[in-house]
């Protein structure tokens, strides 16, 4: 038996329009991808009821799936028509649930609401279909099973081998609903019909651009590409994940030891590890303290190192030295320092790094100061110009970086970087 396919279909108007971001599809194919079933096909449509019933066809036919599942259009209101093409679609019909009816009047009576009669479209029940519960909404979802030969069109001998059946499911649109059905029901049926699982491990790396990487292993790539597939996934900011997915998990393990023996020094953990996480098990580890002194950056580094939950262990604090005023009285650079090489200067960032650490009692000091834009620049500092020390063991590791035109992407940016350098310090120190 081949490896299970599975389609996913997510219904609005706007998840088109972009006034919605369809995240639904990505949570779907995250908590599948974790129960080792892949994704193969992915289609966003608008509410109607033609192009429904066409996509339910198209990923049948086309695609051969055995799951298909839907989400949005089953809500009380006019534009909500997924129910419609799925009784078209398997020749059912539904009838009133007087039971379902009476539970939901009962809920809104508890909240001090009249039921609305739109929401008797919600009471309805599939005559062919298994409705699906919803545990904390009123419209409940709809699971039909059917073997490939008795639908209702002409897909007969479509699906070959030991396949017979195709499960299709549709579920809410508002993640909370939809997320209780599929981890309560949809996910545990989809289980139990996956004889062959795929593995799915990455290699997270930053600091290098994905070009470069697949430069690197694309011999790895081209010699593994029928057993394994190679992906490469940019993060804004972070770095590159490079994602290795196969139902072999011996060779999955065999190819991230080759491919991390050819790119050890951008790679900074795996699978669901995060950079400060990381580091942060490094200050651990090695029983250090750090103090930031941050003027364009303004404070992002210190969230990003307290983002971890006890951060108070290793960080002790850190100044928002944005005014040359600050630097002089909180950390104590030298005015006549500032004066004489200006703010953003390799000197000043060192004295940023140094004085932080000293004032704070921290076994490391990090300074930043740059030109973070889109004003400030000249022709020899230009926007994007940023400096970043760091204070550690005495010594004084300095960076400089020409970065962009925007000054967020400079700020964030700064950020990532100089926490991989301190990553690089720690491992090689």
Not at 77 to 86: H, L, N, P, W, Y
Not at 392 to 408: A, E, H, Q, S, V
Request: glycine content about 8%; proline content about 3%; hydrophobic content about 35%.
């Amino acid at each position: 038996m081949g490896i299970m396919r599975v389609g996913i279909i997510t219904i609005g108007n706007e998840l088109l329009s972009g006034f919605t971001l369809d995240r639904n599809a990505a949570w779907i194919g995250q908590q599948l991808l974790s129960s080792g079933i892949k994704v193969n096909v992915h289609h966003t449509i608008p509410d109607d009821f033609g192009v429904i019933y066409d996509t339910l066809e198209y990923q049948l036919k086309e695609w051969e799936c055995d799951h298909i599942i839907v989400t949005g259009g089953l809500g009380p209101t006019v534009d909500d028509i997924t129910v419609s093409a799925f009784l078209e679609y398997f020749d059912d019909s539904h009838e009133f649930d007087k039971e379902y009816w009476e539970i939901l009047c009962e809920r809104f009576k508890k909240l001090n609401f009249k039921m609305p009669n739109l929401n008797k479209n919600q009471a309805y029940k599939s005559k062919k279909g298994s409705m699906i519960p919803n545990l904390v909404g009123t419209a409940r979802g709809l699971h039909y099973t059917a073997k490939h030969d008795s639908i209702l069109r002409d897909v007969k001998g479509l699906i070959t081998g030991d396949k017979n059946k195709v499960n299709f499911y549709a579920l809410p649109g508002v993640p909370k609903e939809m997320k209780s059905m599929f981890t309560n029901y949809v996910l545990p049926e989809i289980e139990k019909t996956n004889k062959k699982k795929v593995v799915c491990k990455s290699i997270r790396t930053t600091g290098v651009p994905e070009s470069i990487l697949q430069e690197k292993i694309t011999d790895i790539i081209e010699s593994n590409k029928d057993d394994c597939d190679i992906a490469f996934l940019p993060h804004r900011m972070l770095g590159v994940d490079i994602r290795l997915t196969s139902s072999d998990s011996e060779l999955v393990d065999r190819l991230i030891l080759l491919i991390v023996s050819r790119i050890e020094k951008y790679v900074y953990g795996y699978d669901n590890d995060k950079l400060e996480q990381v580091i942060a098990n490094l200050f651990l580890k090695n029983n250090l303290t750090i103090s930031t002194a941050e003027s364009c950056t303004s404070g992002l580094l210190a969230a990003r190192l307290t983002d971890v939950p006890g951060s108070s262990k290793y960080f002790k604090g850190g100044s928002v030295c944005y005014s040359n005023e600050l630097k002089i009285n909180d950390v104590g650079v030298d005015k006549d320092l500032i004066e004489r090489y200006g703010a953003v200067s390799e000197e000043v960032v060192e004295s940023l790094a140094k004085n932080i650490a000293e004032k704070n009692n921290s076994d490391i000091g990090i300074g930043i100061t740059g030109i973070a834009g889109p004003d400030g620049g000249t022709e020899k500092k230009p926007v994007g110009l940023v400096f970043v020390g760091i204070f550690y063991k005495n010594n004084l590791y300095i960076k400089k970086y020409n970065l962009t035109p925007d000054r967020t992407t400079n700020r964030e940016l700064t950020v990532i970087l100089c926490l991989n350098e301190v990553r690089k310090i720690l491992i090689n120190s």
